[in-house]
């Protein structure tokens, strides 16, 4: 049986790096969420004409666009200020949560893997639809397994 897209939920975490954390669903205005795996890849040919392919690593990026900023929302507040001070570097850290909400639900929490992150945000501005500030979201590879509380948006490690 297939699974509804919906059930494929990502969670950012808005508070990058301060306590508590302020977890907000990505997915209101998009019509798609799809980190993209781009992959290092090696390959080798030998004079017998053998090729050995090897992959090392992944650069996971996603994009999120439009995004609209809506008033008291943290992750627009977060998105603006950057924008405001110019933020870069360590500012810009935060994590990101992929909870499976297909999974069986373990009191009330859900399989789920948390990335450390950066936002990049990519304009801001937009069209007569309303103000937007699409970002993009730079995954690291550090990750931890856990579960996700999805009625207290609370991340459990394993």
Aim: aromatic share 12%.
């Amino acid at each position: 049986m297939k699974i509804e897209r919906k059930y494929m939920a990502h969670y950012l975490n808005a508070a990058f790096g301060t306590e508590p954390d302020s977890y907000c669903r990505l997915g209101s205005d998009l019509e798609e969420y799809s980190p993209e795996m781009t992959a290092n890849v090696e390959k080798k040919q030998n004079i017998l004409g053998q090729t050995s392919v090897v992959i090392d690593g992944y650069q996971k990026q996603g994009e999120v666009t439009p995004y609209y900023a809506e008033e008291g929302d943290p992750l627009f507040e977060k998105l603006q200020a950057i924008l405001d001070g110019d933020l870069v570097l360590d500012d810009l850290k935060t994590d990101i949560v992929e909870v499976k909400l297909w999974g069986e639900a373990s009191s009330g929490a859900y399989p789920a893997v948390k990335e450390e992150c950066y936002i990049e945000i990519v304009s801001y501005g937009g069209d007569t639809t309303g103000y937007q500030i699409p970002f993009n979201v730079h995954y690291t590879g550090v990750k931890t397994k856990g579960t996700f509380a999805v009625d207290t948006k609370t991340f459990t490690p394993a």
